[in-house]
């Protein structure tokens, strides 16, 4: 038995050195900087030479230097909380803008892991700290990329409802006024040829089929760009509403701060769409029995609501399946500089909210 005990203790001993002559040669061989710091200073005790190249100095210049030291001075207070936070937990990353040798700034990760020993003593610390330049210009580029893509497709909604208004006036000037030519055409038929009833019948029914296509030319046209509008976001919400709770049998009610909304027709335009969308959406998915819109404004801020009582959805689950819908809505109060709301669950009703800054709204 004191043999075996005599072999574990050398065995267990290489195994110590192995490990110790691994993670020395971990040490100085890793292509990110790391450090140690003991508890007995506050400076580094050892450094491995790709920290020291990242900060434009030799081993011997780093020992003894605090990474306050290397901190860009905007970040000194920001990074003193951070590694107090280091210190009193097993491990802790955060990432902080160091400043190189020359004096050129680049951002870096950092991670602290705390080794303790059996009495929950703290030894030592070691760091370890990643050059992320490559990783902030390109989240950078992603962000200006986002950015540019946004402001592509403000610009496209901003030519579709030009578009729009174009449209809705040739239907609604031209087509309509020949439909109203027809049905005058058709009302003198009938007082012309009125004694012959198989001719009256004939007119009767042309007049009845014109009266029907008027209706939907007024119906394209109001939803093309409605005629509301121009009166205001109130009356083009309350027409919104109504035409709604005609179509599907579905009380639709609008609350507001004030009568009168004075937005700029842009804002107005987009809160309009998305009332229409989530109208459209009611109307298709939600089962709802009844709907209720509210608008509140001030000269600093603007919020609408749209709740239904209905069946509610897992949002996460749309936007997996076919979030476009939201997508285009958020894109568009996003660009405004606004942002968009889901609050939804199974059995639970919808309710999407949107809150829009007027005093600087996003560009269009």
């Not at 950092?110 to 370890?128: K, W």
């Not at 490559?134 to 992603?142: G, H, N, P, S, V």
Request: aromatic content about 6%.
């Amino acid at each position: 038995m004191a043999a075996r005990r005599a072999f574990d203790t050398m065995m267990n001993g290489k195994q110590v050195n192995n490990a110790l002559r691994n993670w020395q040669q971990i040490f100085l061989r890793a292509n990110w900087g790391l450090f140690v710091v003991t508890t007995e200073r506050d400076g580094i005790t050892e450094v491995n030479p790709a920290f020291a190249r990242m900060h434009g100095y030799s081993m011997e210049e780093m020992t003894g230097k605090s990474i306050l030291d290397l901190t860009a001075p905007e970040f000194l207070a920001e990074a003193g909380g951070h590694m107090v936070l280091g210190e009193v937990r097993d491990s802790y990353e955060f990432d902080s803008l160091h400043v190189h040798e020359d004096g050129h700034r680049f951002p870096v990760q950092v991670d602290i892991i705390n080794v303790r020993g059996d009495a929950d003593e703290l030894p030592y610390r070691i760091v370890s700290v990643r050059d992320i330049t490559e990783r902030k210009e390109l989240e950078a580029t992603l962000i200006n990329a986002r950015e540019q893509l946004r402001l592509l497709s403000a610009y496209q909604e901003h030519l579709l409802e030009e578009e729009r208004k174009r449209i809705a006036r040739e239907v609604h000037d031209e087509l309509g006024q020949k439909l109203i030519a027809m049905q005058m055409g058709l009302s003198n038929l009938r007082l012309r040829y009125g004694a012959d009833p198989t001719l009256l019948g004939k007119v009767e029914e042309l007049h009845a089929l014109v009266e029907d296509t008027i209706d939907v030319v007024r119906h394209v046209a109001s939803n093309l760009r409605p005629a509301a509008l121009a009166l205001g976001l109130v009356q083009a919400i309350e027409w919104l509403a109504e035409d709604f709770s005609q179509r599907y049998k579905i009380p639709c009610r609008v609350e507001t701060s004030s009568a009168e909304l004075v937005l700029d027709d842009v804002v107005a335009t987009t809160v309009f769409r998305v009332v229409q969308e989530s109208l459209t959406n009611v109307s298709r998915h939600a089962g709802a029995s009844e709907v209720n819109i509210s608008l509140q404004c001030d000269k600093h801020q603007f919020q609408l609501l749209v709740r239904d009582n209905g069946r509610g959805f897992d949002p996460a689950v749309v936007r997996e399946k076919n979030g476009f819908g939201l997508l285009g809505m958020r894109e568009r109060v996003l660009a405004l500089g606004g942002r968009l709301h889901i609050d939804s669950a199974p059995g639970k009703g919808t309710t999407m909210m949107i809150d829009i800054s007027l005093s600087n709204p996003g560009k269009t």
